[in-house]
């Protein structure tokens, strides 16, 4: 979907349409979940602090987050792919690999079917989405950005090699921005540098990503559209209204966290065996600390798993901006033995 919680925004509010919109980022420390295209041209980008983008679009309109909305939109959306096909992978509200195939509903091409698919979105919901149509996922990721918004581009088996070759670094659909420095440190600043490289050093440099990479940059990509992808973690973060390194309040904003992990965890049906602590200091250097158990982590063994987590690695120089706590190595089997509350250290 194309700049999907401001484009509902703008259809909800007609008045916005046109305009520099932002969402998010209201407060003296928020942060922009996603903005229009008109407030791109300005620079505004998404995760960008409010100050900043205001800084850069002094006409930006900030509207707050309405998250049961964008999943009712994103419903919607999701119907009209299961006409297409069962083999719809999410990989957010806004965003879906779809496999189709072995569609049903003739012998069109998969570019008449995305075509398909982008008018009858427009037509339930007002908005307009990109596609990329190619072999695998990883090349029609990257298709689905080229030509935002309302985009179609097609990537033919034939063309896709030079296709990725040509790609800048930071276009590689899996690789963020630290892959990316780390690529240019070493000379790779395109599919083409990439490809220079042999499949042991890729691998000797970025551990099993190497392989990936080595692969991908070929065209190689057999990954199958997974339905029913599993979750990998459950996570909740706060951005504190103020740095601070006050103990107590930290605790406080903890226990807080704590609770809402435990809601999660509840509503999901989900629990998992490593904890992993989250800081964020404000310097936007990111710290992270975890531990591994041999049982599960319940709803009673949670609170004391993190205090702990927390007391062991609280630093008073450090100013906290954000502070986070994630669960993972998940088992939706809760069947399994709980974790007893004594440190397993």
Not at 18 to 25: D, F, N, T
Not at 151 to 159: A, E, F, K, M, Q
Not at 204 to 229: E, H, L
Request: aromatic share 8%; hydrophobic share 35%; charged share 30%.
């Amino acid at each position: 979907m194309d700049a999907f919680y401001a484009s509902v925004e703008q259809r909800d509010h007609p008045e916005l349409r046109g305009k520099p919109v932002a969402v998010g980022g209201i407060g003296k420390r928020g942060v922009l979940t996603t903005c229009s295209y008109e407030a791109r041209k300005y620079g505004v980008r998404s995760a960008m602090p409010g100050y900043k983008a205001k800084e850069l679009c002094p006409d930006i309109i900030f509207m707050p987050t309405r998250f049961d909305v964008y999943k009712q939109v994103s419903q919607q959306i999701r119907n009209i792919f299961f006409r297409y096909t069962d083999l719809v992978e999410p990989l957010s509200l806004d965003e879906a690999f779809l496999d189709v195939t072995d569609y049903a509903g003739g012998n069109l091409l998969a570019m008449d079917i995305a075509i398909e698919i982008k008018n009858e979105i427009l037509k339930a919901t007002q908005l307009t989405a990109s596609a990329g149509v190619s072999y695998c996922k990883f090349v029609a990721k990257i298709a689905s950005d080229m030509r935002k918004p309302d985009g179609l581009t097609v990537i033919h088996p034939d063309r896709a090699v030079g296709f990725i070759e040509s790609l800048p670094i930071e276009r590689f659909f899996g690789v963020g921005k630290v892959t990316a420095a780390r690529m240019k440190s070493i000379g790779i600043y395109s599919g083409t540098d990439l490809k220079k490289w042999s499949r042991l050093e890729l691998i000797q440099y970025f551990g099993k990503a190497g392989n990936r990479f080595y692969n991908i940059v070929r065209g190689i990509d057999d990954s199958p559209v997974r339905p029913n992808r599993k979750r990998k973690s459950l996570a909740v973060e706060r951005t504190l209204s103020e740095n601070t390194s006050d103990k107590d309040k930290l605790r406080l904003e903890l226990e807080k966290i704590i609770v809402s992990l435990d809601k999660r965890m509840t509503k999901s049906k989900t629990q998992g065996k490593t904890l992993t602590l989250k800081i964020k200091s404000s310097d936007f250097k990111i710290i992270t600390r975890s531990r591994s158990f041999k049982s599960i982590i319940t709803s009673e063994s949670l609170p004391i798993f993190s205090r702990d987590l927390f007391e062991h690695n609280y630093n008073p120089d450090v100013s906290v901006r954000l502070i986070g706590l994630t669960i993972s190595n998940l088992y939706e089997d809760t069947s399994e033995q709980s974790a007893q509350l004594v440190l397993d250290l």
